[in-house]
């Protein structure tokens, strides 16, 4: 079995192409052959050990795939070999064939393809999480993404849209709008160019916005959350601008509104089921036609670390998916 390595922590081009055994199931656990994996922009931060999963050298990289079932260990019976599967696995799915627990895997129907199944967990689900799960977001009201050409970003347009919200796209360039746009946004704000508290406001008539979903943080933070309305739902997602913002408790007080945590990885653990009916409503969409991921590219195995070098840049705009 082929899998890339990362046998030392440090850039892409330190990861390595091995033989390992065939892998065998455990009680509880399956084998998964795997048909297509995606990377996250985590992943280059896990293998220079700057992230705050931490795995044992030496691991593959991959922290969600999809396949095919060839084994199951004892007392396993929510799947069988030879069903088609999508797991979130947390690293380790940049290898022909994946070893997970029972509870990590969900059953895909027939009509949905393995790349677009590979990279629905980690962006799609956390999504859904967010909007349906802490954000609470309601056909007819307006959403703000900000990074909307991101991964998490481009996955909160869709679905927002998808659930019968007013997407306002937030981005640093007009190339990234426009890609947000493709995905169903109504408006959009150039947060480079433009100030994004006043703008969101002008957009919304002076009321602000309904939900807010930020996976930027830093400077825009508290300028979205100063662009929220009354009742509004700061929903937190991450800090892809490296800071982490400090944020006055004054203005949720006044302007009677939630900045609501979304942990998505936690709730997966404390929430199985909750986290296997999003899944299964992210694929029953896209079976259905109604939701549509965007593939930045594909990539085989052995050019892994080419992959992660396009996530590390910045230059990819959607999913990247690694074949085995």
Known sequence: MKAILCEAYGPPETLVLED?????????????????????FFDTLIIENRYQTKPELPFSPGAEMAGVVSATGKGV????????????????????????????VIAMPEGVPFPVAAGLLVTYGTTLHALRGRGDLK????????????????????????MGARVIACASSEEKLAFARRFGAKETVNYAEEDLK???????????????????????????????????????????AGAIPRIPLNLALLKGCDIRGVFWGAAIEREPEQH?????????????????????????????????????????????????
């Open 198 to 240: 006043t703008r969101l406001k002008e957009l919304t008539g002076g009321a602000g916005v309904d939900v807010v979903y930020d996976p930027v943080g830093g400077d825009y933070a508290e300028q979205a959350l100063r662009a929220t309305a009354w009742r509004g739902r700061y929903l937190v997602i991450g800090f892809a």
């Open 77 to 104: 019976t929510r799947v069988k070999p030879g069903d088609r599967v999508v797991a979130y696995t947390r690293y380790g799915s940049c290898r022909e064939k994946v070893v997970a627990k029972e509870t990590d």
């Open 276 to 324: 296997w009916k999003d899944v299964e409503q992210l694929l029953d969409w896209v079976a259905n036609g109604e939701l549509k991921p965007h593939i930045h590219a594909v990539y085989p195995l052995e050019e892994t670390p080419k992959a992660l070098e396009e996530l590390a840049e910045r230059r990819a705009l959607g999913k990247v998916i690694i074949e085995p």
């Open 20 to 40: 390992l055994a065939e892998p065998e199931a455990g009680p509880g656990e399956v084998v998964v052959e795997v048909k297509a994996a995606a990377l996250n």
């Open 139 to 162: 056909p007819g009201e307006t959403v703000a993404v900000l990074g909307a050409s991101g991964g998490v970003g481009q996955a909160a347009v869709e679905i927002a849209t998808l």
